[in-house]
């Protein structure tokens, strides 16, 4: 190469690639695949589908978040679709095929967007402002919500459950749940020094609340425990299995002797060396195990393992062992003695799509005053939002033109508590249905709807290294849905 001239980097031929207006397609027919698979899945009346696991198991579910765990998908952004809806649950635990539909809207309204020549970057910056509108909607239009309230809270809680398969136990879940709840949450009190307002309830369900799966038993035995349980047994049959208010050390090592970090070989002349040896093990554990008992404790969790002359040890001691307990489990134990919090939002929100609605109608009314090319992209969004009641009512087997155009007109008169009935099809008051949704849960969708739209609409270019598999074969066991056979890599471009 000469001196001054400017280096060609060639990339590799072997992967694909599609650039600008392809690539950005090529997304949005993606994202759009994974959400018409569980849209579906929408409100009380939802379909189910019937995964098949490669083991041969059959799943019945219309979790949407359960199904997108179990599908492949071939298409990064279709895998950055399934992302979604799994950040959805581990954020506020609900929402999950709201936020799919919505995004995979979003995306759909940016297409006819993008063929008017409109630049991502100006869809982007009024889908920005478009979310802040909303979010400012979902405030004015939340209730507030009593926590002490079994009647609220219970109302509160089936507004979730009652679109599961689970709803045949509704009002054992429903108490599960709020038991569960209040038994791990705490009232703050006194001055906060991050901003946060005191008197307010703190919750954190990931770190201190556990779901336990024992086979054999019934569903109506399902109960919760003020405590911490570990399917574990004793290390020794003698050992005692009920203590009140014990002395518990937990552990995360080994009641055992040191074994050598390499493979080691000990040659041994004499009997007695051999003698000394099992000795010099012995003393090991023996000087552990006084160095616990010197805390007179009644009860050890270890995460390791426990030899059979440290269980005889213990034993006399009159000590309870617990081994190969999970680190989680491990954590767990700890934190049930100091604990810490997170804050829980006491809003609600019209559910059945009357938030959507007002979203809509306010963004509909807001884009007139937009100046410029921004009022198509704040059009786009609110016809978006329209999708949840939408849905609602295709799932139900209403009329989804005749029963919009009414509770749009509702929305338009200011009654912004009106929504679907997802058993009906049918327009009626949230107020007196009394179907309320967390205010939580509809602000954390629209955020990572939008947000997931803005990745997506800023990629121009994919490129994909992996291999085509050439000789798939036929059946397979996959687990069904949006697999590599339903949207490969050759997906069909507009």
Known sequence: MQAGQTPVFVM???????????????????????????????????????????????????????????????HPAAKNMIELSRTQDEEVGDGTTSVIVIAGELLAQSHTLLERNIHPVVIISAFNKALQESLDVIQQISIPIDTSSDEEMLSLIKTSIGTKF?????????KLA???????????SGSS????????????????????????GAIEESKVLDGVMLNKDVTHPNMRRRIANPRIILLDCPLEYKKGESQTYIEISKESQWKDFQDEEEKQVREMCERIMEFKPDLIFTEKGISDYAQSILLQGNITAIRRVRKSDNNRIARAIVARNVVFNPFLAPGGGATEMAISVRLQQRAKTVQGIES????????AMEVIPRTLVQNAGGNAIRVLTELRAKHASGEHSWGINGDTGKVEDMKKYGLYESASVKI????????????????????????KEKDQGGGGGGGGGVGEGAMPEDMPQD
Not at 199 to 209: E, L, N, S
């Open 12 to 74: 590799n031929a072997a992967p694909e690639r599609q650039t600008g207006r392809k690539a950005q397609i090529a997304n949005i027919v993606a994202a759009k695949t994974v959400a018409d698979v569980i849209r579906s899945c929408l409100g009380p009346k939802a379909m189910l589908k019937m995964l098949l696991d490669p083991m041969g198991g059959i799943l019945l579910t219309n979790d949407g978040n359960a199904i997108l765990r179990e599908i492949e998908v071939a």
């Open 178 to 188: 709020l038991q569960a709840i209040r038994t791990v949450s705490v009232s703050e």
């Open 444 to 467: 954390q969708t629209l955020k990572t709807a939008v947000e997931a739209a803005k990745v997506l609409l800023r990629v121009d270019d994919i490129v994909q290294a992996t291999r």
């Open 193 to 216: 020094t991050s901003g946060i307002p005191t008197g307010i309830t703190t919750v954190d369900i990931k770190r201190y609340a556990r779901v336990e799966k024992i086979p054999g």
């Open 376 to 383: 198509w992209p704040f059009k786009a969004v609110a016809d």
């Open 166 to 174: 689970v709803i045949r136990w509704s009002d054992l879940m429903c």
